[in-house]
């Protein structure tokens, strides 16, 4: 077995190895053009779909385009937040491939420390998040919301923890979870109920008791909360959550990055 002393190394200087990691990252996500055609299109699809539907039932009056207006101002931030909670899964599956192959290994052998390697492992997620999140603004924009510059501003900004907070999530779930079959599942499980049960496509103080009662312990709420001001739960709370959960997701992982075993065995099938 090889031994773990590698782990404890001060490792290569961040700024030399981060954009050698990040180029490598970047090339992963550029092999397939469809893909990146999916990264606009599905937020978009969102928007326009759901969150127009939704806004349009919501206003009751079909001539009335102000309340229109003001209810997909509202959902906007909801369907960034849904952006931001894509790579819970995504990052599973990256984590797992990089274990699988043999690169974690490689990469911690040659001196690069697991924090470095969260964060380059994380960088593209974010700024994926980001592209998603300014084709929702344009479609936003489209359909007749106007928006000020600190709007847009803080539906990015405060949209970035709760990025890396689920990318970091789909991590866990690498490390802590040996089979891929068990993974898949709980991912299945557990994504329909932290979309629904999130107030997204309508106020937290308009759902019933029972999800209120969920929607107190979804990440997705304060972070949905967050990008509209502070909503109903208000600015310290769901800033304090949002930004809480980002350093125990972060910490956690490095920890686990930092004492797995690079090259597992047979916890794949």
Not at 52 to 81: E, K, R, Y
Not at 97 to 104: A, C, F, I, M
Not at 208 to 219: E, G, K, Q, S
Request: charged share 10%.
């Amino acid at each position: 077995m090889m031994h773990k002393g590698y782990r404890i190394l001060r490792g290569l200087p961040f700024m030399k190895i981060w954009p050698v990691l990040i180029a490598y990252e970047s090339r992963t996500v550029s092999l397939s053009r469809f893909h990146l055609l999916t990264l606009a299109v599905y937020p978009l699809a969102y928007l326009l779909l759901l969150g127009a539907g939704v806004s349009g039932l919501a206003s009751g009056n079909a001539g009335d385009t102000s309340q229109f207006v003001s209810m997909l101002a509202d959902i906007a931030p909801g369907v960034i937040a849904m952006q931001a909670n894509a790579p819970f899964a995504t990052m599973m599956y990256r984590y797992q491939g990089e274990r699988q192959s043999g690169l974690l290994a490689l990469k911690l052998v040659q001196g690069v420390s697991p924090l470095t390697y969260l964060i380059s492992m994380t960088t593209v997620p974010v700024l994926q998040y980001l592209g998603q999140s300014l084709v929702v603004i344009a479609g936003t924009w489209a359909l007749g919301v106007r928006l000020s510059l600190l709007q847009v501003t803080a539906w990015l900004a405060f949209g970035i923890p709760a990025a890396v907070t689920w990318a970091c999530l789909g991590g866990w779930l690498a490390f802590l979870i040996r089979r891929q079959n068990t993974r898949m599942a709980i991912t299945s499980m557990i994504s329909l109920p932290l979309v629904f049960s999130a107030p997204i496509f309508y106020p937290l103080e308009s759902m019933p008791t029972y999800l209120r009662v969920m929607a107190t312990v979804n990440p997705l709420t304060y972070q949905v909360e967050l990008m509209r001001g502070g909503g109903q739960l208000g600015f310290p709370l769901s800033f304090s959550v949002t930004l809480g959960l980002m350093v125990v997701a972060v910490t956690v992982l490095a920890m686990l990055i930092a004492r797995s075993e690079p090259l597992p065995g047979h916890d794949h099938t």
